[in-house]
């Protein structure tokens, strides 16, 4: 099974540019913003293409977007690479 990563942003000047993200998701990316501020960034079109599920992603996303919080969404899985921007690390594009 191939690897996947989630790379954790804690600091302003590490946030990347779009074109680093785009780089690092390999591909169009899309973003979430968490109930904490926290920013998800991952590959816009990576469950068409077929990528690996991201497991440290998403158990985030399942923590976070719980059954008892949220109608819907709760059972989503992340594929492929992704980014977590931290609240305070967030400039805005």
């Known amino acids: ?3 996947t990563e989630l790379k954790i942003i804690t600091d302003k000047k590490d946030e ?3 074109e680093q993200a ?4 390999g591909g169009y990316v899309e973003g979430i913003e968490f109930p904490t501020g926290d920013y998800l960034i991952i590959n ?3 469950k068409l293409q077929d990528l690996p599920l991201n497991e440290k992603a998403t158990k985030l996303w399942r923590e976070t977007f719980t059954k008892e919080k949220y109608a819907f969404g709760f059972d989503d899985f992340i594929v492929g690479n992704a ?3 931290k609240a305070d690390a967030r400039n805005s594009w």
């Open 22 to 25: 785009q780089k690092f998701v």
């Open 44 to 46: 816009e079109e990576g």
């Open 16 to 18: 990347p540019t779009l």
């Open 83 to 85: 980014l977590l921007i």
């Open 1 to 3: 099974m191939e690897s």
